[in-house]
Structures are given as C-alpha cells and as structure tokens.
C-alpha cells in the first residue's frame, strides 16, 4: 500500500528557509518522480516543481527558481523540498505527490504540511 | 506560460448531471487530469489520461477531451461529491493546474 508521510507543521520568520520531507513506502521509491504542490489558505493548487528519484535530476516552476532546491536520500525513500528566503505569501500547505509516468497526473498525495511565515 | 481555464463554481441538483470544463490551447495534445479536493484533505485523482479512472474511484466520474476542452463529468451526482475540482495539464517540463471549480450539490 503507497504511502507518503510528510514532516510536521513550521513557523518560520521571513527571509529563513524551511525543509519539508516526504517518506515513501509501499512501492519502488526510484521508479516515479515526486511532486511538489502548493495551497495557500483559500487559494488552489501552485505546482512548484518535480525531482527524479533515481537520478536526481529536477525541474522546477519557474516562479520558484532560485528559491526551491528539490533532494532525495534513496536509502531511506525519502524527498525533501528546501524553500529559502521566505515571505509571508509562502504561508501554505505544502504537497508532495507521487506521478504517474504519462501526464504526470499525481496519483498518491502527502497529508500536506502547513507552513507558517510570520515576524 | 500555459494557462488553463475553469469555471468558478458549478451547481447541480443530487442525481443530476455535473459537467466541469478545462481549456487551454492544444490541450488535446496533452494528457488531462482531474482532482477532487474537500475542505481539510489532500486532493483525491479522479481521472487520468484525459478519460482513466484510478482504481477506487466510482464510475459515475467520467472525463473526455476535444479539441481545446477537457471536461469532467459526474453523472448521478450525489451530495458526497461537493468539493473543489482542478484539472491538471503537463506542458513541456511545467505542470499546469486549473484555478479551480467549486462543485455545489443543492
């Protein structure tokens, strides 16, 4: 059975970085990229970028460029999406997602983590 | 960038027929697919592959695709079913979501 399990909610100061985790179980963590979505409070989906488990490579949104900086640690399944230079419009519920291979339709979601940015 | 376009809200009466739309230009050359998300939860795939259901999911949900419109329909609607729906495109290396339905069942 999949299942990815996020790290807990963050308040953080604006200009700090924070670093959310994903852990994957219940299928081959190399065999399908990860997604990173966004919410914030009322709003819809912001996708913020993607990283290839087996290879490491990624591709990122181009608003989140420079800012975003997506990793993975195969040995323990697990992807993390590290967001610097923070600003209180990145108050948001943070996704990752598992695709699938055509359309990169995200078929397993996190619970989603709820980061805070205020001074 | 690519944009993709939803109608706001949707209202429909339960058992009747709901119909989502999604444009964007030569979305017919891309692969669409629809979330269902209630308040509090992650969103939920509906549809994938323009017209694929994931296994779980109740074959009253439906998706098709012409031209520059995804549409995903919900026949027999029942209250269950309110909740925000995106659609989702892959353009090049971006993923692309709808701004969002929100399903009313009344």
């Known amino acids: 059975q999949v299942h990815l399990v996020q790290s807990g909610a963050e308040v953080k100061k604006p200009g700090a970085s924070v670093k959310v985790s994903c852990k994957a179980s219940g299928y081959t963590f190399t065999g399908y990229y990860m997604h990173w979505v966004r919410q914030a409070p009322g709003q819809g989906l912001e996708w913020m970028g993607r990283i290839n488990p087996n290879s490491g490579g990624t591709n990122y949104a181009q608003k989140f460029q420079g800012r975003v900086t997506m990793t993975r640690d195969t040995s323990i399944s697990t992807a993390y999406m590290e967001l610097s230079r923070l600003r209180s419009d990145d108050t948001a519920v943070y996704y990752c997602?598992?695709?699938?291979?055509?359309?990169?339709?995200?078929?397993?979601w996190g619970q989603g983590t709820l980061v805070t940015v205020s001074s | 960038s690519y944009e993709l376009t939803q109608p706001p809200s949707v209202s429909v009466s339960p058992g009747q027929t709901a119909s989502i739309t999604c444009s964007g230009d030569?979305?017919?050359?891309?692969?669409a697919c629809w979330y269902q998300q209630k308040p509090g939860q992650s969103p939920v795939l509906v549809i994938y592959q323009d017209n694929k259901r994931p296994s779980g999911i109740p074959d009253r949900f439906s998706g098709s695709i012409s031209g520059n419109t995804a549409t995903l329909t919900i026949s027999g609607t029942q209250a269950m079913d309110e909740a925000d729906y995106y659609c989702?495109?892959?353009?090049?290396?971006?993923?692309?979501f709808g701004g969002g339905t929100k399903l009313t069942v009344l």
């Open positions: 030569k979305l017919g050359d891309k692969y």
């Open positions: 989702q495109a892959w353009d090049s290396t971006t993923v692309v």
């Open positions: 997602a598992r695709a699938l291979g055509v359309g990169e339709a995200g078929d397993y």
